[in-house]
Structures are given as structure tokens and as C-alpha cells.
């Protein structure tokens, strides 16, 4: 779910999974979402060929087992713009999209535009454009927005994507979401015999304060399988890992896997799709507060290289978004720049070293943990923000 902030992603969220996605305290105090947020559902269709989300029947009865299509996983994005860098990590594990736009705004509104230029980055091509709030207008402004839409899409990845009108309060053509996502956003082939790769999103402690020694339970780590399959009692490493004290040197951490969750089942093993939860042997001061979040988990062996210095094949966007919608010439990189990176979950800033054309040298504040060949994110401090300046790829 990506989009402007205040467009309906969370709404909608809660209305496909029954799950209010924003639970940080800071979240429920300004009413927009600062984490990513995740939630399961189930989708079916009815011999009728009505299709509804788990507990949602059409007439009201209890779900069909016979009648279940597929299990999605959501990814509730935050749409503010000072948060795009989580927004992207949230599309790098995603296979679909929905864009949400507000049908009672003018379209495009300043994330709007990032988000989708974002998840051209993600290269994520399956998306569906949801035209979220026509309740709260008229059919002929609901016709002018839609116009405005098509405008808009013109040109990009997103320009032949369907767009559903939809009022996500009142639960107004969720079946005719439904529907158009089962049908433009297929699950894709899995390798389970690919080496096992997770990228960590959320990461927990979940013992209560005065908990005895006995009865503490260890960290807790979520976010996506995108290769492989991890299965309880597997050795697992945790990659770039932790800081060398006094030295800048990082070690992987290793722990076991004691059980997983997904789509809300206790399961002996998971491959790849769909969010997952991972119960682990580690001290649970490794994982609280997110901790863990933008590092990879591998089988034990198998971790991708820690990278403290990158060659990036970069490619430049011809304009960046401003606070106000505008446009602005993105220039080229300049030897010294600090940019902000972003590859799968992962964060970090560098500085810009022997930049030629078309290929970049970046030494990393924080090192990644990542592939040759893996795609990343670049954002340029402009004012007080980070915006959204291009992509590259790992070339060493």
C-alpha cells in the first residue's frame, strides 16, 4: 500500500485484513503511519463468483475453506515524504502494489508522484491504482479525478494500470478490488531450492518488563523471504551483524531458528512470499526497537557479502519532486557528496569517491549486506529532507 500520507492505505488495510496497521504510539498520536506496518487476509470467492476478504462473506457466513483463492501478505507503506527511504525498503520485498490516491484532492500530490517513481525503482510493474474516497464527492468530480489520474500515468510504469474506485471506510467495490488484484497481481514462481534470503523489516522483544530469567523468550525478527526456504532448528546468520567495539569491523550474529509464523499459523518451515516471523535463540537486546530492521538473514554460510565500500552503475532521474509538488533538474553527483542509500530494508549514507561517468564509488557510514547485481536507492539531502534522486545497481 503506498501513496500520499492521508489517502486511505491504513483504511484500506483494515478493511481488506481486519488489522489497524498503525500501533506505534507515535503513530495514534498524529494519525499517519511511521513504520511499516504488515497484515494477512485471505481471500475467497463465492459460487456465485463474488469475491470478499477473510470475514467478509457477501451474505454474512462464515468463510469457506473450498472457497479460498490465496493468502496475501500487506505491507502498509507510510506516505509522508521525510519517510520515503521506509517506504521504498517496504516495495523492495513486495511483488504488487496499490497506489492509492485520494479522489477528493487534486492528482498528483507530491508522494504520489515519489511512490511511483519509487516502485519503478523496486522494479515492481504489477500495480493497481485505487481511487480511494469517492464517497466524500460528487460522480462528476469522481470523473474529473479520474481524468487527472490517467494524465498523470501517462508515460510511466503504472500508465496501463487499472484504476478501481473504491470508498475504503465504507467497504464501497472491495470485491471489485479484489477481483482486479487476483487477476494483475499473480504469485509468482518460487525457487525453494535458492540459497534462503530475508530481508528484516521489524524486529521485537517481547518479553514484559520484570520478566525472570527462566521465562525470557528470544528475539523475535519479521519481513520477507524472497529466496529460498528457512525451516525450524535451521543455524542462521544475521548480516552486516555487529559492530567490533572500538574497531570498524562488523561480525555477522548467529542464532537458531525455535519457530516461524506466517499468515498468522504456526509453521515447521516457509518458503519464499508472503511475511514471516521468526522466533529465534537471541539475546532479545539484539532485537528490540527494530534493532535488527535492514539487516539480512541467511542459512548459516551462505550470508551475501558485508559491503563498507560499493561500485554503483548508477542511473540519475531527470527531475526530483519538491516539498510543494513542483519539479527540480537533478544534477550530476559531485565527488564528496554525502547521498542516502537504500537497498532492500537497508539504510546507510555514503560518501561519494572517484566518480566517473555513469559508475560511483561510495564509502558507507554503515555497511550493507548485499549481492552483486542488487538494486539500490540513492537520495540527495535537499533542505532539511532526503529526496529521491535515482537508482543503481552493485557492481562491486
Not at 462464515?62 to 505491507?75: I, N, Q, T
Not at 497481481?185 to 534470503?197: F, G, H, M, S, V
Not at 548459516?300 to 558485508?306: C, S, T, V, W
Request: charged share 25%; hydrophobic share 35%.
Amino acid at each position: 500500500m503506498v501513496g500520499h500520507v492521508d489517502h486511505g492505505k491504513t483504511t484500506l488495510t483494515k478493511a481488506l485484513s481486519g488489522v489497524w496497521t498503525d500501533t506505534h504510539s507515535e503513530e495514534l498520536k498524529r494519525g499517519i503511519s511511521i513504520k511499516l506496518g504488515y497484515a494477512d487476509t485471505a481471500f475467497y470467492k463465492t459460487k456465485k463468483g463474488e469475491y470478499y476478504a477473510s470475514g467478509k462473506h457477501p451474505d454474512g457466513e462464515k468463510d469457506d475453506p473450498v472457497e479460498l483463492e490465496r493468502v496475501v501478505s500487506f505491507v502498509d507503506a507510510p506516505g509522508h515524504e521525510t519517510l520515503m527511504a521506509i517506504m521504498i525498503s517496504g516495495a523492495s520485498i513486495m511483488d504488487g502494489a496499490l497506489l492509492m490516491v485520494a479522489a477528493n484532492e487534486t492528482c498528483p500530490q507530491p508522494q504520489t508522484r515519489e511512490h511511483l517513481m519509487a516502485l519503478e525503482i523496486a522494479g515492481i510493474k504489477n500495480i493497481i491504482v485505487v481511487q480511494n474516497k469517492i464517497d466524500l464527492i460528487s460522480k462528476e468530480k469522481a470523473i474529473q479525478n479520474h481524468k487527472e489520474i490517467k494524465d498523470f500515468l501517462k508515460g510511466t510504469i503504472a500508465e496501463n494500470a487499472p484504476i478501481i474506485p473504491i470508498s475504503a471506510h465504507h467497504d464501497v467495490n472491495l470485491d471489485v478490488l479484489i477481483s482486479t488484484i487476483e487477476n494483475v497481481i499473480p504469485t509468482p514462481e518460487r525457487n525453494d531450492k535458492e540459497d534462503a534470503l530475508l530481508y528484516v523489516a521489524r524486529s521485537f522483544d517481547v518479553n514484559r518488563p520484570g520478566t525472570r530469567p527462566n521465562d525470557l523468550q528470544g528475539g523475535i525478527i519479521g519481513g520477507s523471504i524472497v529466496s529460498g526456504q528457512f525451516k525450524v532448528g535451521d543455524e542462521i546468520e544475521i548480516g552486516p551483524g555487529r559492530r567490533v567495539s572500538g574497531k570498524d569491523i562488523w561480525i555477522p550474529i548467529e542464532s537458531t531458528i525455535s519457530s516461524i509464523k506466517g499468515g498468522g499459523l504456526n509453521l515447521d518451515s516457509m518458503n519464499a512470499g508472503g511475511l514471516c516471523g521468526m522466533a529465534t535463540k537471541l539475546d532479545p537486546n539484539f532485537s528490540k526497537s527494530d534493532n535488527l530492521s535492514g539487516q539480512v538473514v541467511a542459512i548459516k554460510g551462505n550470508l551475501p557479502p558485508i559491503r563498507q565500500k560499493v561500485e554503483l552503475d548508477v542511473s540519475l532521474l531527470t527531475e526530483m519532486v519538491g516539498a510543494g509538488g513542483d519539479s527540480t533538474e537533478v544534477y550530476p553527483l559531485r565527488h564528496g557528496e554525502t547521498l542516502m542509500v537504500t537497498v532492500a530494508t537497508a539504510k546507510s549514507v555514503g560518501t561519494v569517491s572517484n566518480n566517473q561517468k555513469n559508475k560511483v564509488f561510495l564509502n558507507l557510514k554503515l555497511p550493507i549486506c548485499a549481492n552483486i547485481g542488487s538494486r539500490l536507492s540513492l537520495s540527495r539531502r535537499v533542505g532539511t529532507r532526503w529526496r529521491l534522486i535515482g537508482h543503481a545497481s552493485i557492481v562491486d
